[in-house]
């Protein structure tokens, strides 16, 4: 840094500048494992049995019990039926909202048609209305038509959704020329072939965005499903953890621990593969 | 100022496109409509007419099942001497603000420290984000072991240095501070990225001048990092807000096995039955649809004045 001076960095300058960068590092680390701590509790915890974990001093260090809790864990709900329940919801939603959100999305960016403004003002109202003003109406109406209980009570409102469309809006507005738009037209390309060869092999970034995002949502939906899934038996994971901790949480700690951890993984495993992705895009959602 | 061309341009358009053309305008757009569509025709079914519904199930007595009985104003009659809804929104403002406040200082601590550091700001960005990325269910299980008054953690190190323990779920502040300590865990790293890529935007010349006007590290953070960063600052306060002031996984998990009557009633003496817990109890446990929708109405009015206040702070600040 002092060298954009023009002036030699002293020896006391940069011994004082390594400590700042040690310090920064120390702090910043320390930051890390307090992120990084009840990932490590519930290791620790799904490896003991309860008699272990109600004991005194705390077992600080990972035990040998995590095959017996998985197996009381299984025997205790139905754990794979579950995680598919959510896999359906989650994988179904993911794909809706990127069809519905990315052909809105597009003739926003990059269409003039009357009533546009209208439309998308209504579009930004619409992410202000709370969950709760809806959630009485939609639990009525699709006691109507049959579908409490079932996993498309989770689907189909979630199939299209405000957010999505506004920021693949931004993102497309940006990235797809409007020169490239225009050839395929003299070409003769119509809308779709348009929205289809030209538009989206472009935003496939901001499309992997929208997927991730959308798929950790509604693998983490707690809410809705808890009033709309009324049979206990045919719940999403999340549903489930909560009934585990209900019915064992003050009794097999373990157990109900494992279940945590399990339940994390799927999450984890997409993570993995779109964090560059999400935490880049993220802050460019946020200052534009 | 509108009037002036609204008058001259009817007769423009009344030479100028023949009376057919509005269907023929439909026809020429009419694949763009169809693009749109899903998106209104979801929120139609499932949004507007919802809200349009809940406005008028407020005025009603509803069980969900029987008929409808018309109450005109007596729900939000109710709700405005409503103690256990006054008190529910002072929990949920108590939590918020818990939770809030300490978040964004740490965030922002996280994010100026990130952006000095060189080395390793991917691995420290991700390592960060960890704890947004996992669901509040399996999150409020390992806090409530963490914060369990016989074997929780914290209990155990106050134990250790020879401190009183704590009956943190048993305990009006214990409840909220449990809560609050979970939400600001899960949300510091995610606004510090936030607040990251806000910083990244500041030019390093301003802080270049700054060191040659011989400011220190705060003096510089306060006189040139804040002010630039308050449009990055608004948008966090402004979602955590919005956020924060609806909170339902949180308590309702930590709390759903100390809670006696029902698993949406926030605890011991309801010290952790946040706005949202309290109209889902009304609503899906009394089955008191009406009421629960006029509760609902009342949550949205309190959120958004919660941030007007917000915005007009901040806004107010920036004129002076």
Avoid: C
Avoid at chain 1, 165 to 186: P, T
Avoid at chain 2, 55 to 70: I, T
Avoid at chain 2, 134 to 157: E, K, P, R, W, Y
Wanted: net charge positive; proline share 5%; charged share 10%.
């Amino acid at each position: 840094m002092a060298s954009i001076h023009g002036l030699k960095p002293s020896r006391a300058g940069i011994r004082g500048s390594r400590r700042r960068a040690l310090a920064l590092h120390a702090s910043l680390i320390t930051g890390v494992l307090l992120s990084a701590f009840p990932f490590y509790w519930a290791v620790v915890m799904s490896t003991h049995t309860s008699s272990e974990i109600f004991s005194y001093p705390p077992k600080l260090l990972p035990g040998t019990h995590f095959p017996d809790n998985v197996r009381s864990l299984f025997d205790a709900v139905d754990f794979f039926g579950s995680m598919a329940n959510s896999l359906l919801v989650a994988t179904t939603v993911t794909f809706l909202v990127l069809l519905f959100d990315s052909l809105a999305a597009f003739v926003f960016a990059k269409f003039a048609f009357p009533g546009k403004r209208l439309l998308f003002g209504l579009l930004m109202l619409i992410f202000m209305v709370p969950m709760q003003l809806q959630a009485i109406p939609q639990f009525v109406i699709m006691a109507r038509l049959g579908w409490i209980g079932s996993m498309t009570a989770l689907i189909v409102p979630a199939a299209a959704n405000a957010f999505g469309i506004f920021w693949m809006r931004q993102y497309m507005k940006s990235a797809i020329h409007d020169e490239l738009l225009d050839a395929s037209r003299i070409d003769g390309a119509n809308f779709l072939r348009q929205y289809w060869h030209v538009a989206l092999p472009v935003v496939r970034p901001g499309l992997a965005f929208l997927a991730i995002f959308t798929f950790m949502g509604q693998w983490n939906d707690y809410a809705w499903p808890l009033i709309a899934l009324t049979d206990p038996d045919n719940v999403t994971l999340q549903v489930a953890l909560s009934q585990l901790n209900g019915t064992h949480g003050t009794t097999d700690y373990g157990m109900v621990m494992t279940g945590a951890l399990l339940a994390l993984v799927p999450l984890l495993i997409v993570f993995a593969i779109g964090a560059r992705q999400i935490i880049g895009d993220l802050g460019k959602g946020a200052i534009k | 100022m509108a009037t002036v061309p609204a008058l001259e341009k009817p007769p423009v358009v009344m030479t100028e496109i023949p009376a057919v053309q509005p269907r023929k305008g439909f026809r020429r757009y009419w694949h763009l409509y169809a693009a749109i569509s899903p998106f209104y025709l979801l929120f139609l079914a499932f949004g507007l007419i919802p809200v349009g519904f809940s406005l008028y199930l407020s005025f009603h007595r509803w069980d969900g099942l029987g008929s409808m009985e018309w109450a005109g104003l007596s729900q939000y009659r109710y709700l405005v001497g409503d103690g256990d809804f006054w008190q529910s929104i002072g929990t949920t403002v108590v939590i918020w603000a818990l939770a809030t406040f300490p978040m964004i200082f740490l965030a922002m601590v996280t994010a100026v420290m990130l952006n000095s550091a060189v080395r390793f700001k991917n691995a420290y960005r991700v390592a960060f984000f960890l704890p947004n990325v996992t669901s509040v269910v399996a999150v409020a299980i390992v806090f409530g072991s963490v914060f369990s008054t016989n074997f929780g953690l914290v209990n155990a190190l106050l134990q250790a240095v020879g401190l009183d323990q704590v009956a943190w779920l048993n305990t009006p502040w214990g409840i909220k501070i449990a809560i609050a300590t979970l939400m600001t865990w899960q949300w510091t790293g995610y606004n510090a990225i936030i607040f990251l890529a806000g910083l990244q935007t500041v030019p390093g010349e301003l802080y270049e001048a700054a060191r040659i006007d011989g400011a220190g590290p705060v003096q510089t953070f306060l006189r040139v990092t804040l002010p630039l960063l308050r449009p990055t600052l608004l948008f966090v306060l402004v979602v955590s807000t919005v956020t924060g002031l609806q909170s339902f996984s949180e308590p309702q998990v930590l709390l759903q096995n100390t809670a006696n009557e029902s698993a949406f009633s926030g605890g011991p003496g309801h010290s952790g039955r946040t706005m949202v817990l309290y109209f889902f109890q009304q609503t899906f446990d009394n089955n008191d649809f009406g009421y629960g929708a006029a509760v609902a109405w009342g949550i949205f009015l309190v959120v958004v004045l919660f941030s007007i206040i917000n915005w007009r702070l901040l806004q107010r600040r920036d004129e002076a």
